[in-house]
């Protein structure tokens, strides 16, 4: 199936004796149809449900494809990655294996700067290069969209490149990439530790010519002590209304700075992490309908003890997102399923939240949800297909890729 030919223009495309999750919010649990088939035309899903229910028309000289009943899933998205990045910092883990604070991995040149240095020096090729291995590991575990931040070049011209070489990436591949702007990551050092005069920066010069450019879909910021306050991440994201563009935002991981508030209260896509975040917060999400990105691979890595409330999410009905986090420091993790197995068994999350976090509400976290995240009509023909005989099993496995062929825009 993977080496399928491509169909011609108007063509309908069928994908038939399968069995489908479809992740319809309108369905119980995962939207499972037994004996389900799928059918495409020009990219987009025209139908999806019971193949003795498919209209006749839709067979009528259709390209089949027998699934011989293996699963679909939408495509998967992983929803919050720092992609784009130079080298790793693999010295850094093995300081802090040895014993070595953050304060002194620092001193050593480690941390986020270390990062800053290294894109900073690197061309807009290199970028590139360095991060399609990543990419692909990402889309061999059958991932359809993903999302790309900025945040380690902390100036002008380097936050551009750093956003051109992600959208670079959805050229290089058959996916879908979105970019967010994260300038108000970190502190560059030469801002010397004025964090006022950097968010100006950001908000009043950076952030407008990102967007006029057309270099993001969403801005993001990281509120917290050792970054910024949430005063400060207001600033940038009345810069983003006034650019028109949505928000995001990194959240209550390493304490409660009301960061799930703040984010509510600018309706924002998402906030993620949440580690510290309380019920207040998770009300004002709930409310806002902002989405809650759990990121297990961070807080395995920094070997974090207190675990995001899950149970509050669920008490106040506020949706969650699953996401690899993936970036040099501190989630060096490019696979989607090992994620998701991670948020079951650190976090408790069921089989069925996470999967709807990798689809259904992934594309939500992202301002997708009309245009991909489940299988049905209208949406992007992005499909995950199994060789599994239940869909825990996405979950369960752990170093095993059980995808048997994936799916982008019909091809």
Known sequence: MAGESKSRAGEVRLWRNARLAT?????AGLGVVEHGAIAVRNGRI???GPEADMPAALREGAEATDCEGRWITPGLID??????????RANEFEMRLAGATYEEVAKAGGGIVSSVKALRAASEDELVAQSLPRLDALIAEGVATVEIKSGYGLDLENEKKSLRAARRLGGERPVTVRTTFLGAHALPPEAKGDKDAFIDLVANEILPAVAAEGLADAVDGFCEGIAFWPEQISRVFDAAKAAGLPVKLHADQLSNLHGAELAARYGALSADHLEYADEAGAVAMAKAGTVATILPGAYYFIRETKKPPIALFRQHGV???????NNPGTSPLTSLLLTMNM???LFGLTVDECLAG?????????GLLGQTGTLEAGKSADLAIW???RPAELVYRMGFNPLHARIWRGQ
């Open 23 to 27: 992740m319809a919010e309108s369905s």
């Open 343 to 345: 948020a079951a068994t």
């Open 79 to 88: 929803c919050h990655t720092h992609l784009v990045h130079v080298g790793n």
């Open 358 to 366: 990798v689809t259904r509400e992934a594309a939500r976290a992202l």
């Open 46 to 48: 025209l139908y999806g």
């Open 387 to 389: 060789d599994v005989e």
């Open 319 to 325: 949706r969650m997102a699953v996401a690899t986090d």
